[in-house]
């Protein structure tokens, strides 16, 4: 485990919680003796960081905290690219399954991750290119999902879908989704590598990525969907397994 000694902070803007939160953070990094970047929502918290642009944030750094919810985790996981940084994922009061790490838990885990300690997941990203003709036009990497859904209010969308060479369905419908194990264990369908042939008039179709970013698909666009060769690392909470994260936010009831 590399030595941390650059970190860096994402922060969403506008939280009550994270007023207090991020300088906090922000002081107890620096007594370590730990250079801190921030994103310029953090810097809105702190007037000592430099805000810099949130896709800037991970240059240099060996660990970025995130502190909000699974929407910013997901823009925070965009920012860091292909860069194989480990994610602190801290979540500032809302549902969030994949910042599981509580504000009361901040700085003890914090601690373990200085030392070496913390247990990391690796989360298989979902990369889908957009084809048109042979150029490629777009490509992502997706943590949760790609969706294709209508543009039009009234309208249905005509999708063709083949899983390698082999013709699965035709598709006419609302939208479809395209999962990563993350995304929705129920509709894990990114390993075996779907590809999808729009056929409706252009840019009635739009394809999102994650919630956050997309682009408008024209008539016999292809769009091709494989497990990606990268994954994020994300920072888990010690002892913490899959079933007390389900059981913690959904609130099910304690044996």
């Known amino acids: 485990m590399p030595i941390i000694k650059t970190v860096g902070i994402i922060s969403k803007p506008e939280v009550t ?7 906090g953070v922000v002081e107890w990094l620096r007594q370590r003796g730990l250079v801190v970047r921030g994103d310029k929502e953090t810097a809105a918290y702190d007037a000592s960081v430099a805000g810099v642009a949130r896709e800037d944030v991970p240059e240099g750094c060996d660990l970025v905290i995130v502190l909000g919810g699974d929407g910013t985790l997901l823009s925070a ?14 979540n500032l009061g809302g549902l969030g399954f994949l910042t599981a790490i509580t504000m009361e838990e901040v700085f003890p885990d914090l601690e373990r991750a200085l030392r070496g300690e913390h247990r990391v997941g690796r989360r298989k990203l979902l990369n889908t290119e957009v084809m048109r003709g042979a150029n490629v036009i777009a490509s992502y990497d997706a943590l949760n999902d790609a969706v294709l859904t ?11 879908a083949f899983v390698d060479d082999q013709f699965v369905a035709d598709y006419k419908a609302d939208g479809l989704i ?3 194990p993350t995304g929705s264990t129920a509709y894990s369908l990114a390993a075996g590598g779907p590809i999808i042939v729009s056929r409706g008039p252009d840019e009635s179709v739009f ?9 408008p698909i024209q008539e016999n ?3 091709v ?7 994020l690392h994300l920072v888990r909470p010690p002892r913490m ?11 099910w009831g304690e044996r």
Do not use: Y
């Open 17 to 23: 919680a994270a007023t207090k939160l991020v300088p």
């Open 77 to 90: 996981a965009r920012a860091i690219g292909k860069r194989e940084i480990p994610l602190f994922p801290v």
């Open 241 to 251: 397994m899959f079933f007390d994260v389900l059981r913690q936010k959904l609130k």
């Open 221 to 223: 666009d292809t769009i």
């Open 150 to 160: 209508k543009s039009s209010i009234a309208r249905m969308i005509d999708l063709e």
């Open 178 to 180: 395209i999962c990563t």
């Open 225 to 231: 969907c494989r497990s990606s060769a990268f994954a």
């Open 207 to 215: 394809l999102t990525i994650d919630g956050q970013t997309g682009n």
